[in-house]
């Protein structure tokens, strides 16, 4: 069955390095998002990007976050500079359309120290 | 924001008990899911409902969506310890998703 695939599983990093998460997505989907939780708390809405640009935003997507589909197959998230308050899960998902099921990555622990 | 909030917000139960968890907003929904999620992974999808006052019913699980479509809720028969997770609803909209603040469910055997 195909599935979402995330890695690193998880990344240890000092404040204020650039970090990558990569994710390759579903083969025949085409809207891909990003996602965060922090322990404990609820899974927020990063980014979502369909035909090769970001289709929306929330306000935690700042100038310091990015994302890349650099070739068929990989959906990157790069933070250019880690805060402490950027230790989260990072979840990637894809889906075939809006408002179909949006299936999951085992995401990426990313911890800031 | 579209605001899902969900109730309660931790549930700790034995094994056979019943239970019942909420999703609320002020919003009307043109659709919503319910994930579950357990830890270290991601959100799998349970159900989907669509239409004001469905009813869907996976094994012990009971989803129901409200009349008017601003709420639902999750209705688990006899649980069991494989059902502990977080519980989370969630709306589709364009190019967005939202998810609920989720249901931390613990079954003790």
């Known amino acids: 069955e195909p599935e979402v695939t995330q890695t690193p599983s998880h990344q240890v990093t000092q404040m204020g390095q650039e970090v990558i998460l990569r994710c390759v997505p579903i083969?025949?989907?085409?809207?891909f998002y990003w996602y965060r939780q922090i322990l404990g708390q609820k899974v927020e809405f990063l980014v979502s990007?369909?035909?090769?640009?970001?289709?929306?935003k929330s306000e935690i997507f700042d100038d310091q976050f990015s994302v890349e589909r650099p070739d068929g197959s990989n959906f990157t998230l790069k933070i250019r500079s880690t805060k402490l308050e950027d230790s989260a899960m990072y979840f990637c998902a894809s889906t075939s359309g809006w408002f179909n099921e949006q299936f999951f990555g085992p995401g990426t622990r990313l911890t800031v120290l | 924001t579209q605001l899902l909030e969900q109730s309660p917000q931790f549930l700790s139960i034995q094994e056979g008990e019943n239970l019942t968890v909420y999703c609320n907003s002020s919003?009307?929904?043109?659709?919503l899911q319910w994930y579950r999620q357990e830890p270290g992974e991601g959100p799998v999808l349970l159900v989907t409902?669509?239409?004001?006052?469905e009813v869907k019913k996976l094994k012990r699980l009971t989803f129901q969506f409200g009349d008017a479509r601003k709420d639902s809720s999750l209705h688990i028969t006899a649980a069991q310890p494989g059902d502990t997770g977080l519980y989370l609803c969630a709306r589709a909209g364009f190019n967005k998703f939202y998810f609920g603040s989720g249901t931390k469910l613990n079954v003790k055997p």
């Open positions: 919003s009307v929904f043109s659709s």
């Open positions: 409902v669509v239409t004001g006052g």
């Open positions: 083969s025949n989907h085409l809207y």
């Open positions: 990007f369909y035909n090769n640009e970001i289709s929306e």
